[in-house]
């Protein structure tokens, strides 16, 4: 069976609204990182797009990360609130047919999409605690990686419970661009979060 996305004007109305929305780039930052933007952690300055379910929020959020390239931001985080959705947003982005769909409007554009799984941060006994592959490779990415967008899937669990979550804890036994932390190291990178 072959999938054809379409564009659908309520989708294109949203990702037109957030780009509007969106405040003024305030300076490049370094080659690691997204630039900041104007009045960045300002929670009145957070851009909010309700929809139903079934309408096409993932078509959105894919889109609205290529739309998002354009202004110079190549790192985001995508936050799901089940394993469900998370299994199906992977396979949404990593889809040859929203590949081939996206491809039209941006050429030669891909996303990297790096999931945090829960079993990513589990050592043997005994043996070093390291940062898992995922957040290395999203930390260490580059902007003059001109046609790559790198994308964290993660589910909410592991980012907000903050008192359990092994990404928020600071005892590895490597460092990342000079953090031990993994939240402190993408925090470093500036991610756009959806």
């Given at each position: 069976?072959?999938i054809?996305?379409?564009?659908l004007?309520?989708?294109?109305?949203?990702?037109?609204?957030?780009?509007?929305?969106?405040?003024?780039?305030e300076?490049e930052?370094?080659?690691?990182?997204?630039?900041?933007?104007?009045?960045?952690?300002d929670e009145?300055q957070?851009?909010?797009?309700?929809?139903?379910?079934?309408?096409?929020?993932t078509?959105?959020?894919?889109?609205?990360?290529?739309?998002?390239n354009?202004?110079?931001?190549?790192?985001?985080?995508?936050?799901?609130?089940?394993?469900?959705?998370?299994?199906?947003?992977?396979?949404?982005i990593?889809s040859?047919?929203?590949?081939q769909?996206?491809?039209?409007?941006?050429?030669?554009?891909?996303i990297?999409?790096?999931?945090?799984?829960a079993?990513?941060?589990?050592?043997?006994?005994?043996?070093?605690?390291?940062f898992?592959?995922?957040?290395m490779?999203?930390?260490?990415?580059?902007?003059?990686?001109?046609?790559?967008?790198?994308c964290?899937?993660?589910?909410?669990k592991?980012?907000l419970?903050?008192?359990?979550?092994?990404?928020?804890?600071?005892?590895?036994?490597?460092?990342?661009?000079?953090?031990?932390?993994?939240i402190e190291a993408?925090?470093?990178?500036?991610?756009k979060?959806?």
């Open positions: 069976m072959k054809n996305l379409e564009e004007d309520y989708q294109k109305d949203a990702i037109n609204a957030l780009l509007k929305a969106m405040p003024e780039i300076r930052n370094g080659v690691y990182s997204n630039p900041l933007i104007e009045n960045a952690g009145k957070f851009i909010d797009i309700k929809m139903e379910t079934g309408t096409g929020k078509y959105v959020y894919t889109r609205t990360m290529l739309e998002l354009k202004l110079g931001f190549f790192k985001f985080i995508i936050v799901v609130p089940s394993l469900a959705i998370k299994e199906g947003t992977k396979n949404f990593t040859d047919y929203a590949k769909h996206f491809s039209r409007f941006f050429p030669n554009k891909r990297d999409l790096q999931l945090i799984n079993g990513d941060f589990s050592t043997k006994k005994g043996r070093r605690r390291n898992p592959v995922s957040i490779q999203f930390c260490h990415s580059t902007i003059n990686e001109k046609n790559s967008i790198q964290l899937l993660i589910s909410d592991g980012f419970d903050k008192s359990n979550s092994a990404l928020f804890k600071d005892d590895y036994d490597q460092t990342l661009n000079g953090y031990n932390c993994p993408i925090k470093d990178a500036k991610p979060f959806i």
